[in-house]
């Protein structure tokens, strides 16, 4: 039985090949991918049903086909070890099996307990979180930029609009000096020339300055900024004004203007039969203008009035009045003398000298209008005359009483064709002197010597009242040639004779 049995065995590994070193060609083959049945496919050839894995087959042949055999199991072990590197280095991402799970599983337990010793995925690089700092720092450096140009804006809102100032009072001073004025074209809304006026130009810089000294602004670029958009250069007067610090920009420049409640304001009195520079002399004491600049504006400043005979030709010359001398200055200046009504006056405190002139002759043509123009249609007299009579009469009467009768003396003399004789006339030129005219003066050449010249003055000799004009348009009649002053009563005495007025005289001591 057992001999049978060896026997079936030996003949069943023959068949097989054991021991024979004989494989038939389809046994060989490896690239098929079959085996006979029993037989075992690793993946790498043909191993018999035998085979343990150690290498080694049972009655095989040691040779040639001993060393492809070895080739192949190391082939195996190549596989192997190509799957493990291949588990190690595959991404955590995508399809994992559960082989290469557990098999992970088992690195990780034999790795430190370390968290970040353990497998993590792949950092961004380092470009990328420099990227994301930047972009941080850039939007801090535009946060930042704009809480700055916020605080900014807030700073100059709250100056321009004078927001949580402390309430204080302040007295800003505004020179003629910083003034200067030139003569443009007037347009209409075709763009046709239509005339021409006068515009002054203030110096804002020096105006910004002076708020910024006084503590009414914070910003004196900010104020021109706005100044040169309002064009308040041509609106600002000269002055003395008193400003609150809640004044906002725009209620800086409205008050900067004499016509407003912010201009410090002086009462001045003027007396009849002052001259026109005893009056500027004043002016310039009580603060309102400078003696210079009144006298510039009386000799080329247009005043818009009928009874001053202005025309063209003397609107064209007002230009070159800074070139001219202080002599030729005063020349045409006397073109006011005797207009400049005598009262009592409201004036800003370094105004304009053309606006301060300009109160007189708006009053003179006030009187003119309502008291003395019917009188004057019916006089034989231009307005320049009945004016030069009465500035005479002003300076020669004593009381309103003797008006009448001195204007009919001067009205007698002239239609006699006498020399008025007048020494008030001759004092004229003299305006430092006192008491009555010297010899010299009496034997003077000018213009003014009544005691040469027959006829009226060139011009009026002082600022006549209302109650010498009306005696100038309404004379008293009377045969009077000479009057005379009594010392005693201080009143004058009125002859017809030289005679009885040299009589008289004698018996005075002037």
Same mark, same amino acid.
């Given at each position: 039985m057992?001999? =049978?049995?060896?026997?079936?065995?030996?003949?069943?590994?023959?068949?097989?090949?054991?021991?024979?070193?004989?494989?038939?060609? +389809?046994?060989?083959?490896?690239?098929?991918?079959?085996?006979?049945?029993?037989?075992?496919? !690793?993946?790498?050839?043909?191993?018999?049903?035998?085979?343990?894995? &150690?290498?080694?087959?049972?009655?095989?042949?040691?040779?040639?086909?001993? %060393?492809?055999?070895?080739?192949?199991? /190391?082939?195996?072990?190549?596989?192997? $070890?190509? &799957?493990?590197?291949?588990?190690? !280095?595959?991404?955590?991402?995508?399809?994992?099996?559960?082989?290469?799970?557990?098999?992970?599983?088992?690195?990780?337990?034999? /790795?430190?307990?370390?968290? =970040?010793?353990?497998?993590?995925?792949?950092?961004?690089?380092?470009?990328?979180?420099?990227?994301?700092?930047?972009?941080?720092?850039? *939007?801090?450096?535009?946060?930042?930029?704009?809480?700055?140009?916020?605080?900014? *804006?807030?700073?100059?809102?709250?100056?321009?609009?004078?927001?949580?100032? %402390?309430?204080?009072?302040?007295?800003?001073?505004?020179?003629?000096?910083?003034?200067?004025?030139?003569?443009? %074209?007037?347009?209409?809304?075709?763009?046709?020339?239509?005339?021409?006026?006068?515009?002054? +130009? *203030?110096?804002? =810089?020096?105006?910004? &300055?002076?708020?910024?000294?006084?503590?009414?602004?914070?910003?004196?670029?900010?104020? =021109?900024?706005?100044?040169? @958009?309002?064009? $308040?250069?041509?609106? @600002?007067?000269?002055?003395?004004?008193?400003?609150?610090?809640?004044?906002?920009?725009? $209620?800086?420049? /409205?008050?900067?203007?004499?016509?407003?409640?912010? *201009?410090?304001?002086?009462?001045? !009195?003027?007396?009849?039969?002052?001259?026109?520079?005893e009056m500027f002399i004043r002016l310039e004491r009580q603060g309102v203008s400078s003696y210079e600049n009144l006298m510039k504006a009386a000799a080329g400043y247009h005043f818009n009035y009928d009874f001053l005979g202005n025309n063209e030709e003397e609107e064209q010359d007002k230009i070159e009045v800074d070139t001219l001398t202080e002599e030729e200055i005063h020349d045409r200046a006397l073109r006011l003398e005797g207009f400049l009504f005598p009262d009592t006056y409201n004036f800003y405190v370094n105004m304009q000298a053309s606006s301060a002139i300009n109160k007189f002759l708006e009053q003179f043509n006030n009187h003119l209008q309502n008291s003395l123009q019917p009188a004057l249609e019916e006089s034989p007299l231009s307005l320049q005359q009945v004016v030069t009579v009465a500035s005479m009469i002003e300076k020669e009467a004593a009381d309103d009483e003797e008006r009448a009768a001195i204007a009919s003396v001067i009205y007698n003399r002239i239609l006699a064709d006498m020399n008025l004789g007048i020494d008030a006339t001759i004092l004229y030129v003299h305006p430092d002197h006192e008491g009555a005219p010297t010899a010299e003066m009496l034997e003077e050449k000018s213009p003014y010597n009544t005691r040469l010249n027959r006829g009226l003055p060139p011009t009026p000799i002082c600022n006549p009242g209302l109650q010498s004009l009306l005696a100038a348009l309404k004379p008293a009649e009377t045969d009077y040639f000479y009057y005379a002053l009594d010392t005693e009563t201080g009143r004058h005495r009125f002859f017809v004779t030289a005679e009885e007025f040299l009589a008289f005289v004698s018996t005075q001591n002037y």
């Open positions: 057992a001999d =049978e049995r060896d026997g079936r065995d030996r003949t069943e590994h023959e068949r097989l090949g054991y021991g024979t070193g004989r494989m038939s060609r +389809h046994e060989a083959d490896t690239g098929s991918g079959r085996l006979p049945r029993g037989e075992v496919n !690793t993946g790498s050839g043909r191993i018999s049903r035998g085979d343990t894995g &150690s290498g080694r087959l049972r009655g095989m042949d040691t040779g040639g086909r001993s %060393e492809s055999i070895d080739r192949i199991f /190391q082939l195996h072990e190549d596989e192997l $070890a190509a &799957s493990r590197k291949l588990k190690q !280095t595959k991404p955590a991402t995508g399809y994992i099996s559960r082989e290469e799970r557990e098999w992970a599983d088992g690195q990780a337990a034999s /790795q430190s307990d370390d968290q =970040e010793a353990r497998y993590h995925p792949i950092q961004p690089r380092g470009e990328r979180r420099i990227g994301c700092m930047g972009g941080i720092m850039y *939007a801090v450096f535009v946060m930042c930029l704009s809480i700055i140009l916020a605080s900014l *804006a807030w700073m100059a809102a709250s100056d321009a609009l004078a927001l949580n100032k %402390e309430e204080f009072t302040a007295t800003v001073v505004l020179p003629e000096s910083i003034f200067t004025t030139e003569t443009v %074209e007037v347009k209409d809304a075709d763009g046709n020339v239509t005339g021409m006026k006068r515009v002054s +130009h *203030a110096d804002m =810089e020096y105006i910004s &300055s002076t708020l910024h000294q006084a503590g009414l602004i914070q910003y004196p670029w900010l104020f =021109e900024m706005y100044c040169k @958009v309002a064009h $308040a250069d041509e609106k @600002v007067r000269a002055g003395e004004y008193k400003l609150q610090s809640t004044y906002d920009y725009r $209620a800086l420049v /409205q008050n900067l203007r004499t016509n407003t409640g912010g *201009a410090v304001t002086v009462n001045v !009195t003027f007396t009849e039969g002052m001259t026109m520079q």
